[in-house]
Nanobody, 131 residues
């Protein structure tokens, strides 16, 4: 079965950096989207970044609040995606979740941001940014 395992969270001071990892195993689909959502304390999940993973290239999407500061990327050899987070702010604090779904082409340009479309989720990893 498909499993997602996140790692790389922790405690960091404002202005610092962290790199999150999400490894997927057991997949049977060749083209897929992987995503990061986060849940700040006491709030709902919100979109962070997504990457569309195909044999012929990738595309990415970022929330406005993290654009430039965060970078999502993939490692084909290990079926792993990364979220490099730089210049972290206290408002970046939360539980970060990795999700995945099969991809066959999305006509809606905002489809990567729709949480309900994702079929698989990891258990989450805590990121805490202190001031």
């Amino acid at each position: 079965q498909v499993q997602l395992v996140e790692s790389g969270g922790g405690l960091v001071q404002a202005g610092g950096s962290l790199r999150l990892s999400c490894a997927i195993s057991g997949r049977t689909f060749s083209s897929f989207i992987m995503v990061w959502f986060r849940q700040p304390p006491g709030k709902e999940h919100d979109f962070v970044a997504a990457i569309t993973w195909t044999w012929n290239g990738d595309s990415t999407d970022y929330a406005d609040s993290v654009k430039v500061r965060f970078t999502i990327s993939r490692d084909n050899a290990s079926d792993t995606i990364y979220l490099q987070m730089n210049r972290l702010k206290p408002e970046d604090t939360g539980v970060y979740y990795c999700g995945a779904r099969a991809y066959s082409g999305d006509s809606d340009p905002y489809a990567p941001r729709r949480e309900g479309k994702y079929s698989y989720w990891g258990q989450g990893v805590q990121v805490t940014v202190s001031s």
